[in-house]
Structures are given as structure tokens and as C-alpha cells.
């Protein structure tokens, strides 16, 4: 049963019963709803003016003396049967004084008509040990009384008070007891339900229902229980569940007690805050895959064969946990003998990051095909077409790099992006430094113009901030420093060895906790000049992070 909207208290009484008293209650001027009894309070109810305790005492000891008398010669010599019966029932349903006066008028009933007073005797001592025994029996019951008429008012007072609907139902389904939270509820007052099949149950609900009833008279505890049940204008209305069974004091199964819980407006926000929260993930997943097509349009597209040199390159994406990073880097060969590599930063992620990107990637080229000998006027033209399409507070790195690959004659301009290495064949390691500001709408200063040369051997190895900003947390970066220590002790010489170097340092100094991406692009000048070679290096993966598939992977 869903238990329905059936909550009540746990008492084993049957439909007939029920509706008996939801009519009463029905009937009682002003009331507005039947409330739930436990055993005795209709007794109570009866007798429960002040005259009618006092005159129920009276008219118990009568009864018990009217019954002695008449069935005297049957019950002796237990003469006292019916005055002990008289003196229970009265301490019990009018307390200690009805009680009281009931002993008395029994103690003066017998004496006067039953046993005529004498002499003080042992008999009569007996009398008074009777007596003082009616008197502590009346103070007992009373007492008693006196507690359970307490537990059930505050019993009553809980489920009055309930803000959540309280029913109890018979095995045939039928209400036993409806509180007021029910009624408000539902629609249905006290009176109309009891004695009702569940009326909040529609006809396409009910075969649910009975499953519920079913698992609950079986001895099932059910917690939460979500269903869908109508209101009295047959509006919808959605309540969480919770039903027991009830038993009686042989242990066996006579109904189900029920609490309902509405919880339509919090399911139907429930409901908006699941679709809003597909409805971003689709969007993210969309920006997702738009922001990745960028990106590898930002990576060497194919095969580059560049004679008499050996170029490797790899990308690192961040944590699995973290968005389409702003890391780029491209390898252009400009015809003439001269090759461009460029690397950059762009502050941020995900799709505007990569556009950004994109953008100035595209405008390092553009300008690169006119003017391939000054990467410092490069730098310059693509701070100008950033500021026409840039945003707020968007900043760029960006290292440009042209080589002559006959000559090894290296020239550079860096904007903000760190300093990349060049590793000379004996191990020695050389920091090209050449700094001007990074790409953002308040730089004007212009780039310097750094110059070296490759020897043969000689490895140039440009990388992105991931690398030197690895660190533990409360740890200090990996830093320029080490990652010069870490070159010049790699004993491959060859670029994707320095890489594989690399990646090992910054993951032990990390503990693997890498939260950036990182890219490398490194080139190394080959003594035979007609041999050329190109890899991509495949990066060391933090669980759940995947490699980024680009043209240089699938070649």
C-alpha cells in the first residue's frame, strides 16, 4: 500500500468501528477533526464530567450491593466479589475520590444490610483488613489510571499536532484513523474517510496500492516510499511514504499505520534542478568537444619533416577533473629555409580560451608570411589584432621562434611565456632570455630581439608554465632552475628523451599531482643535413585523464 496516505496510531480496531466514531466526531459541534483513541477513552469520554465520576462511585457501590444481596447464599462466603469489583472500576475510570467514596459506602453497604456491626471482634478485624486493602487497591487503579489517562492525552496531542498526515488502515485497506494533517492534506474529512476504502488512491494506482498493503501485512517496514495520489478535486498530488504493520497484543498483523509526507514542490524542484543540470552538461559537452577541436587545430597538423633535424613535441592535459586547457603550440614551415615555432599561454579554458587561441595563432601566421625574419614585429602586429577582439581582463604568452635551418641561426621574441632551453651538445644548458610583456590590454612596451645558434646537437627546448609551476601543495614550484638541472643531467640527448626527463621530474616533485597542462615542443640539429625525424611524445597520464588525439598521434 503506499501506505498510503494512511497514518494513524497503532490501534487494532476494525472499518465498523471506526466509522462509528468518525460519525460521532462528525456530530460534535465545532469539531474539525476525528481524532485517533486508544482503548478506555470513549469510556472516559462518558464519564468524564465531575458529577458523572461522582455519581458513577454511587451508583457502583449500589449495583454491588444489589448484586450481593441477590446472589448472597451463591457466593458465599466470598461476599466481598462484586464491592471489589465496584471500587476497581471506580478508582479506574473516576480516580482516587470516586474510588474513595466507593470504598466507603461498600465498607458502611455491608455492615449495615450484609454483616450488622458488633462487637470489635477478630471478624471485624478482618473487615478492616479488607477495608484498608479496597483503600490501597483505589489508590493504585487511580493511579494508574492517572498515567494512562496522561500518555494518551499527550498521545492524542502528538497526533493532533503532526504536521505530517497520520492514517492507519485495516488489512482490507479500509481507513481506521485519519488525523488533521490529513484532512488538510487531502481534502477529506475525518468523518468521510474512516470507514472508507483509501479514497486518495486513484484507479491506475491501485494495483500499486495493494502491492504496498501486501508487503506491509507481511511484516515489511517501508521507508519513503514515493507514489502519486489525488486530492479530493482529483488534483494530483506526490507524498513520500512511510508504513508499518500493527499488531495486536498476540502478535498478529491487524493493520497498517502509515505517515505521509508532501513532497510535490520539492519534487518538482527536484525535477527542474535534474533537467537544468542535464541541460549544462549537454552544453558543457558541446563547448567540450568545440573547445578540443581548437585545440587540435592548434597542434601540428601531419607529418613535418624538416631536414637535418630532429623535432618532438608533446601535450599533457590537466587533472581529468579540469576543462580544455589555454595551452597551444605549432610548428611552421615558412618555405626558404626557414621553419617557426610558436608556443603559447592563454589565461583561462574551455571555449573562449581556445578561441583566443585560435585567433592568435592564426595572426602569428598571417603576419609570419610577410615578415618571417622579425618575430618582434610579429609579436607586436598580434597584440594589435588581439585588443580588436579581446575581452575584459584576457591575457596571452606567446614565444615566437624563427629558425634558418641551414644555418642553425636562431631569432626570437617572447611576450610574458617562460624562456625556453637550449641544450649544446656537451651538456652545457643556456636560458635564452629576451622577456617583453605579456599580450594583454595594457601592454605597449616592444619586444626585444633575442639571437642564438644551433650547433650540431644542440637541442631547443620550448615548453609551457605547467612545467616549472609544478608543485606538492604547501611546496615550493619546480622552477627554471631544476628544470635546467634536469636537462643537462638527462643523458638522452635527443628531444623526446629531455621530454621523458622532464615529465619524471615534475611528477616526483608533484607527487603526480599535476594541475596544469603542460606542452613541449623540442628541436634538436642533426649532423647528417638530409636526415629528418618527427615524433609525438605520448605524455605520462594521471588516472582518468586521457591523451589528446591529433594529426601527429594518428600519423
Given at each position: 500500500?503506499?501506505?498510503?496516505?494512511?497514518m494513524?496510531?497503532?490501534?487494532?480496531?476494525?472499518?465498523?468501528?471506526?466509522?462509528?466514531?468518525?460519525?460521532?466526531?462528525?456530530?460534535?459541534?465545532?469539531?474539525?477533526?476525528s481524532?485517533?483513541?486508544?482503548?478506555?477513552?470513549?469510556?472516559r469520554?462518558?464519564?468524564?464530567?465531575?458529577?458523572l465520576?461522582?455519581?458513577?462511585?454511587?451508583?457502583?457501590?449500589?449495583?454491588?450491593?444489589?448484586?450481593?444481596?441477590?446472589?448472597?447464599?451463591?457466593?458465599?462466603?466470598a461476599?466481598?466479589i462484586?464491592?471489589?469489583?465496584?471500587?476497581?472500576?471506580?478508582?479506574?475510570?473516576?480516580?482516587?475520590?470516586?474510588?474513595?467514596?466507593?470504598?466507603?459506602?461498600?465498607?458502611?453497604?455491608?455492615?449495615?444490610?450484609?454483616?450488622?456491626?458488633?462487637?470489635?471482634?477478630?471478624?471485624?478485624v478482618?473487615?478492616l483488613i479488607?477495608?484498608?486493602?479496597?483503600?490501597?487497591?483505589?489508590?493504585?487503579?487511580?493511579?494508574?489510571?492517572?498515567?494512562?489517562?496522561?500518555?494518551?492525552?499527550?498521545?492524542?496531542?502528538?497526533?493532533?499536532?503532526?504536521p505530517?498526515?497520520i492514517?492507519?488502515?485495516?488489512?482490507?485497506g479500509?481507513?481506521t484513523?485519519?488525523?488533521?494533517?490529513?484532512?488538510?492534506?487531502?481534502?477529506?474529512?475525518?468523518?468521510?474517510?474512516?470507514?472508507?476504502?483509501?479514497?486518495?488512491?486513484?484507479?491506475?494506482?491501485?494495483?500499486?496500492?495493494?502491492?504496498?498493503?501486501?508487503?506491509?501485512?507481511?511484516?515489511?517496514?517501508?521507508?519513503?516510499?514515493?507514489?502519486?495520489?489525488?486530492?479530493?478535486?482529483?488534483?494530483?498530488?506526490?507524498?513520500?511514504?512511510?508504513?508499518?504493520?500493527?499488531?495486536?497484543?498476540?502478535?498478529?498483523?491487524?493493520?497498517?499505520?502509515?505517515?505521509?509526507?508532501?513532497?510535490?514542490?520539492?519534487?518538482?524542484?527536484?525535477?527542474?534542478?535534474?533537467?537544468?543540470?542535464?541541460?549544462a552538461?549537454?552544453?558543457?559537452?558541446?563547448?567540450?568537444r568545440?573547445?578540443?577541436?581548437?585545440?587540435?587545430?592548434?597542434?601540428?597538423?601531419?607529418r613535418?619533416?624538416?631536414?637535418?633535424?630532429?623535432?618532438?613535441?608533446?601535450?599533457?592535459?590537466?587533472?581529468?577533473?579540469?576543462d580544455?586547457?589555454?595551452?597551444?603550440y605549432?610548428?611552421?614551415?615558412?618555405?626558404?629555409?626557414?621553419?617557426?615555432l610558436?608556443?603559447?599561454?592563454?589565461?583561462?579554458?574551455?571555449?573562449?580560451?581556445?578561441?583566443?587561441?585560435?585567433?592568435?595563432q592564426?595572426?602569428?601566421?598571417?603576419?609570419?608570411?610577410?615578415?618571417?625574419?622579425?618575430?618582434?614585429?610579429?609579436l607586436?602586429?598580434?597584440?594589435?589584432?588581439?585588443?580588436?577582439?579581446?575581452?575584459g581582463?584576457?591575457?596571452?604568452?606567446?614565444?615566437?621562434?624563427?629558425?634558418?635551418?641551414?644555418?642553425g641561426?636562431?631569432?626570437?621574441?617572447?611576450?610574458?611565456?617562460?624562456?625556453?632551453?637550449?641544450?649544446?651538445?656537451?651538456?652545457?644548458?643556456?636560458?635564452?632570455?629576451?622577456?617583453?610583456?605579456?599580450?594583454?590590454s595594457?601592454?605597449?612596451a616592444?619586444?626585444?630581439?633575442?639571437?642564438?645558434?644551433?650547433?650540431?646537437?644542440?637541442?631547443?627546448?620550448?615548453?609551457?608554465?605547467?612545467?616549472?609551476?609544478a608543485?606538492?601543495?604547501?611546496?615550493?614550484t619546480?622552477?627554471?632552475?631544476?628544470?635546467?638541472?634536469?636537462?643537462?643531467?638527462?643523458?638522452?640527448?635527443?628531444?623526446?628523451?629531455?621530454?621523458?626527463?622532464?615529465?619524471?621530474?615534475?611528477?616526483?616533485?608533484?607527487?603526480g599531482?599535476l594541475?596544469?597542462?603542460?606542452?613541449?615542443?623540442?628541436?634538436?640539429?642533426?649532423?647528417?643535413?638530409?636526415e629528418?625525424?618527427?615524433?609525438?611524445?605520448?605524455?605520462?597520464?594521471?588516472?582518468?585523464?586521457?591523451?589528446?588525439?591529433?594529426?601527429?598521434?594518428?600519423?
Open positions: 500500500m503506499s501506505y498510503d496516505e494512511t494513524a496510531l497503532p490501534l487494532p480496531m476494525g472499518p465498523a468501528s471506526a466509522h462509528n466514531r468518525g460519525a460521532a466526531s462528525a456530530e460534535q459541534q465545532g469539531e474539525e477533526h481524532e485517533p483513541t486508544l482503548p478506555g477513552a470513549e469510556t469520554a462518558r464519564v468524564g464530567h465531575p458529577l465520576r461522582w455519581l458513577a462511585a454511587v451508583a457502583l457501590a449500589a449495583a454491588a450491593l444489589g448484586l450481593t444481596l441477590l446472589l448472597l447464599p451463591a457466593i458465599e462466603p461476599i466481598f462484586f464491592f471489589f469489583a465496584a471500587v476497581a472500576c471506580s478508582a479506574w475510570y473516576g480516580g482516587f475520590g470516586p474510588g474513595l467514596v466507593t470504598t466507603v459506602l461498600s465498607a458502611w453497604s455491608v455492615h449495615q444490610f450484609i454483616q450488622p456491626p458488633g462487637l470489635l471482634s477478630e471478624h471485624h478482618d473487615d479488607r477495608l484498608a486493602l479496597f483503600l490501597g487497591v483505589a489508590a493504585l487503579l487511580s493511579s494508574l489510571s492517572s498515567r494512562v489517562r496522561r500518555t494518551a492525552d499527550s498521545y492524542h496531542a502528538l497526533v493532533r499536532a503532526s505530517l498526515a492514517v492507519t488502515l485495516s488489512p482490507q479500509c481507513v484513523a485519519w488525523n488533521g494533517a490529513a484532512e488538510r492534506l487531502f481534502g477529506w474529512r475525518a468523518s468521510e474517510a474512516v470507514g472508507q476504502r483509501m479514497p486518495t488512491v486513484p484507479p491506475a494506482k491501485d494495483a500499486e496500492f495493494r502491492g504496498l498493503m501486501d508487503r506491509v501485512l507481511a511484516g515489511e517496514v517501508i521507508s519513503g516510499a514515493e507514489v502519486t495520489r489525488q486530492r479530493r478535486d482529483g488534483s494530483p498530488i506526490e507524498v513520500s511514504v512511510w508504513a508499518a504493520p500493527l499488531h495486536d497484543a498476540q502478535g498478529r498483523v491487524t493493520g497498517v499505520l502509515s505517515v505521509l509526507d508532501d513532497i510535490t514542490e520539492r519534487k518538482r524542484a527536484r525535477e527542474a534542478v535534474e533537467a537544468a543540470r542535464r541541460q552538461e549537454e552544453a558543457y559537452a558541446r563547448e567540450h568545440i573547445a578540443a577541436r581548437f585545440q587540435s587545430a592548434l597542434q601540428p597538423v601531419g613535418i619533416c624538416v631536414p637535418g633535424y630532429a623535432i618532438a613535441h608533446t601535450y599533457r592535459p590537466a587533472l581529468v577533473e579540469a580544455v586547457g589555454g595551452d597551444f605549432n610548428i611552421f614551415d615558412l618555405g626558404d629555409r626557414f621553419v617557426a610558436v608556443i603559447g599561454d592563454v589565461g583561462g579554458k574551455g571555449l573562449d580560451a581556445a578561441v583566443v587561441a585560435f585567433r592568435v592564426q595572426s602569428a601566421l598571417a603576419l609570419l608570411g610577410t615578415r618571417p625574419l622579425e618575430p618582434e614585429t610579429v607586436a602586429g598580434v597584440r594589435q589584432t588581439f585588443l580588436s577582439f579581446a575581452e581582463e584576457s591575457l596571452v604568452t606567446l614565444l615566437l621562434v624563427v629558425l634558418d635551418r641551414e644555418t641561426r636562431v631569432c626570437y621574441a617572447n611576450a610574458g611565456h617562460e624562456p625556453p632551453l637550449l641544450r649544446h651538445a656537451d651538456a652545457g644548458v643556456e636560458l635564452l632570455e629576451a622577456h617583453g610583456p605579456a599580450i594583454h595594457l601592454s605597449t616592444p619586444y626585444p630581439i633575442g639571437e642564438s645558434k644551433l650547433a650540431p646537437g644542440d637541442v631547443l627546448l620550448l615548453y609551457t608554465d605547467g612545467l616549472p609551476d608543485r606538492p601543495h604547501g611546496r615550493d619546480l622552477g627554471t632552475d631544476r628544470l635546467t638541472e634536469v636537462v643537462a643531467a638527462c643523458a638522452d640527448p635527443e628531444p623526446e628523451g629531455l621530454m621523458a626527463s622532464l615529465y619524471q621530474a615534475a611528477g616526483a616533485h608533484s607527487g599531482d594541475r596544469d597542462d603542460i606542452a613541449m615542443v623540442g628541436i634538436r640539429r642533426l649532423v647528417d643535413a638530409e629528418c625525424r618527427y615524433v609525438f611524445v605520448p605524455p605520462p597520464l594521471a588516472a582518468g585523464a586521457h591523451a589528446p588525439e591529433t594529426d601527429a598521434t594518428r600519423s
